[in-house]
């Protein structure tokens, strides 16, 4: 029997190892965002979210480990000739600017997302690969701190700073999957 | 730093068992099965116990046991995955979301000898690197896996083995699980 001790010994070590990390999991949260409008002229839209109102958000916030994955997904129409390249920025805390301008002055604005480009009249759903792949380092850095911070936040859809653009989205939704300890 | 100590501890611990080395065997094998998500991108508003498995993926791969020591086995292995990619409706609209493509590389330390004779149960367990790879994310880190295996020789020098493992990829304090079930053909180049 003696001779199972090593090996007994280097199988608890090894569990050891795994510890804490064999009891989590990733948890996807979908916020669905209302549908607006984004014009040079006319002006732009802020969506203020708050993460506490999702329940499975709140149920999970204290073991929060890592932002796993994300996407924003939606239906994005563009009503120019001109084809545009959609960014969206966020500013950590609240805001409601009604123009670029004023988004692009306030300090507290990151550019999350982007650049997405859409054709001229064209209508597009976003591919959810696509759209992972369109986080910025600094966007992601951002919203893990939003989402282990208050949670509470404002996203903008812009186009690029100071070109003409006039565009929509319906059926819009920020997904996170949240690493969580259980 | 804990993690390291452990592992540091674990290969003296290994070696110290070969110290106690007599004649070698060594076999080649190949293996295939499936392996499936566990608690992965899981939708925490609607979910039941059978959404804790993800669509079912595939895995195949190479092992080489060797039997230098007694008691124990010593198995390198490498195993590359694929798993399905994943469709949801969200907001009205139904998106795709690609699923991994794996590669996995490691040391298995299995208890006794898989390709010996007869009909025989084995557990073992091991530790490697395993990358996981998507559109937008990557994974690369020290993945764990522990199972037991079912081992018969039909025919001189060949076994067949089914196996049943869980195996995790560590990614800072959380990980990424899947449970494997696989059946393998060894052969045996020596003795």
């Given at each position: 029997m003696r001779r199972y001790g090593w090996m007994i010994l280097a199988l608890g070590l090894g569990l050891m190892t795994a510890g804490c990390i064999l009891t989590s999991g990733q948890v996807q949260i979908d916020f669905n965002l209302p549908n607006f409008t984004a014009s040079s002229t006319t002006g732009i839209d802020g969506t203020t979210i708050?993460?506490?109102?999702e329940s499975e958000y709140k149920d999970n916030k204290e073991k929060l480990k890592d932002l796993s994955d994300l996407a924003v997904l939606g239906k994005f129409t563009n009503n120019s000739t001109n084809a545009v390249n959609v960014e969206v920025w966020m500013t950590t805390t609240p805001s409601s600017h009604t123009t670029e301008a004023a988004l692009m002055a306030?300090?507290?604005?990151?550019?999350?997302?982007g650049p997405f480009q859409i054709a001229p009249s064209a209508t597009k759903v976003i591919d959810w690969n696509q759209s992972a792949a369109l986080f910025s380092a600094a966007g992601k850095a951002a919203l893990l701190g939003q989402a282990k911070g208050d949670g509470n936040f404002t996203l903008y859809a812009v186009g690029p700073a100071g070109t003409a653009y006039d565009f929509s989205v319906a059926n819009g939704a920020l997904v996170l999957v949240i690493d969580v300890g259980i | 730093m804990k993690r390291s100590l452990a592992l540091a501890l674990f290969a003296v611990i290994v070696a110290s068992g070969a110290a106690q080395a007599g004649p070698v065997g060594v076999s080649v094998g190949v293996f295939g099965g499936l392996s499936i998500p566990v608690l992965?991108?899981?939708?925490a508003s609607s979910?039941?116990?059978?959404?804790?498995?993800?669509p079912t993926g595939s895995q195949f791969g190479i092992r080489v046991p060797v039997h230098?020591?007694?008691?124990v086995t010593f198995e390198p292995y490498y195993a590359k995955s694929k798993y399905k990619d994943r469709d949801e409706t969200i907001g009205g609209i139904s998106y795709t979301r690609e699923g991994f493509d794996g590669k996995a590389f490691g040391l298995n330390a299995i208890?006794?000898?898989?390709?010996?004779?007869?009909f025989h149960f084995f557990p073992y367990f091991g530790i490697g690197k395993t990358k996981l790879e998507r559109t937008a994310q990557e994974i690369n880190k020290t993945g764990f896996n522990f199972g037991l295996g079912l081992g018969l020789s039909p025919a001189a020098k060949v076994s067949v083995q089914v196996r049943g493992e869980f195996a995790m990829v560590a990614t800072g304090d959380t990980s990424r699980k899947f449970t494997n079930a696989t059946l393998g053909l060894t052969y045996s180049l020596k003795p």
């Open positions: 708050d993460l506490n109102t306030d300090p507290t604005r990151i550019k999350v997302w | 992965q991108d899981v939708s979910f039941s116990p059978s959404d804790a498995f993800g230098a020591i007694p008691v208890l006794g000898n898989p390709d010996g004779g007869g």
